[in-house]
């Protein structure tokens, strides 16, 4: 079965410094990743994929097969990134449905 | 809708009652998905639909939770007999066809037992 990690639970960083929230997971095939971020009072929302290799708000993920990461990275960070980080897993392959599997969760607080 | 759309979003009942989640997905979504989401945890399977069809409950945590979607749209999780550690956000999401494509959330519904 696979698992996501999350190893740190909050994250405080300063307006402009960078920031990094880290994942690893378990799974013997190739999975399809996910960073998911629930803004106070709002929903859970997609905030990147791996597979879409593109930038959301500056954030940027890098899948590292032989360590088996997922982690997102912002050079600059900025107050309004303070949130609730999710990365998740979906299993790749035909018989998928999607069904996502989540890490615990890390909060980050940018400080001014 | 705009979005997936969940009621109530609160909800406090007392240990033994019965309970029902409504969630309305996202107008033309195939997959619905169910996850609950205790206190600091994240959101973990409950039960999975392709239109009318449910094709997995394995995260269905005892025989006293039971999810219908009869008419392939709007989705219903009952839970009979609460228990306090049915306490939980009950999060609702759907898909376009399921597989790797991004899910869309509800805010949820925060059940409470007292």
């Known amino acids: 079965a696979q698992r996501v990690t999350q190893p740190e639970k909050l994250l405080s960083v300063f307006k402009g410094a960078p920031v990094e929230l880290k994942c690893n997971y378990s799974?013997?095939?190739?999975?399809?990743l996910f960073w998911y971020v629930q803004y106070s009072r709002q929903r859970l929302q997609l905030l990147l994929r791996?597979?879409s290799r593109e930038s959301i708000k500056g954030f940027t993920a890098d899948l590292n097969k032989g360590e088996t990461s997922f982690h997102l990275k912002k050079p600059f960070a900025q107050e309004e990134d303070s949130a609730m980080y999710y990365c998740?897993?979906?299993?790749?392959?035909?018989?998928?449905?999607?069904?996502?599997?989540f890490g615990q969760g890390t909060i980050l607080t940018v400080h001014p | 809708g705009a979005g997936v759309s969940q009621s109530p979003r609160y909800k406090v009942a007392k240990r033994g009652q019965d309970v029902a989640l409504r969630c309305d997905p996202i107008?033309?979504?195939?997959?619905l998905f169910w996850y609950q989401q205790a206190l600091g945890q994240g959101p973990e399977f409950l039960t999975y639909f392709q239109n009318e069809a449910q094709l997995d409950k394995s995260g269905l945590p005892s025989d006293r939770f039971f999810a219908e979607r009869p008419e392939g749209s709007v989705s219903t999780l009952k839970i009979q007999r609460t228990q306090q550690e049915d306490s939980a956000v009950y999060l609702c999401?759907?898909?376009?066809?399921?597989?790797?494509?991004?899910?869309?959330f509800g805010d949820g519904t925060r059940l409470s037992i007292l």
């Open positions: 998740a897993l979906i299993p790749a392959g035909g018989t998928s449905y999607g069904k996502l599997t």
């Open positions: 799974y013997s095939g190739s999975p399809e």
């Open positions: 107008s033309g979504h195939v997959s």
């Open positions: 999401a759907s898909s376009p066809w399921g597989g790797e494509q991004p899910q869309h």
């Open positions: 791996h597979i």
